[in-house]
């Protein structure tokens, strides 16, 4: 399947080759941060749940999505600094798909730019469940016309409870 732009062009192999960059250069961003993430307040809640995750599987009570992202790290002997960088990661499907846009929709560039800011990767370190959740609605609505989409909606809403308000007020893109 060729992903088609707005104006239902294909993509030069310019688009494809600044996207690849743009998400590679987001993979090293986002390893970078999350070995060198300072662990307190809820980052410290996270990184204590990760550690006593076997004692109790789901502490965020129906929030499975975290834990679900918790036993996946730790199923493949990851520690708690790669549980950050797997969740920097499902950002990395919406920086290549906006960076493909960028020909036709120049504005994305400022948005990809906020991608990796500072204030972005501490944040998403920081609120992980929010963070989480975020990114799941926003595939929801990327996915619109898709059968699996009402999947993501639920996958959302069991990351983080906000998915319920993102829908509430986002309800002119269903209607």
């Not at 983080?160 to 993102?166: Q, T």
Request: proline share 2%.
């Amino acid at each position: 399947m060729i992903i088609k732009s707005y104006n239902n062009k294909g993509f030069g192999g310019d688009a494809y080759a600044i996207a690849i960059c743009l998400a590679l250069l987001f993979v090293v961003f986002s390893y970078y941060y999350s070995i060198n993430i300072e662990i307190f307040s809820d980052t410290e809640q996270y990184y204590e749940h990760f550690l006593e995750l076997n004692e109790e599987p789901f502490p965020f009570g129906y929030e499975f999505f975290i834990s679900f992202v918790m036993y996946f790290t730790k199923a493949f002997g990851g520690d708690f600094f790669h549980f950050i960088f797997l969740n920097y990661l499902l950002w990395l499907p919406l920086i290549f798909f906006l960076s493909l846009q960028l020909h036709d929709r120049p504005e994305f560039f400022f948005i990809i730019m906020f991608f990796f800011s500072h204030y972005f990767f501490n944040n998403a370190a920081f609120l992980v469940r929010q963070f989480e959740a975020s990114v799941l609605f926003i595939y929801f609505i990327f996915f619109f016309l898709r059968w699996w989409r009402l999947g993501l909606l639920v996958i959302s809403i069991g990351a983080h409870f906000h998915a319920l308000l993102l829908l509430i007020f986002s309800f002119h893109f269903f209607v």
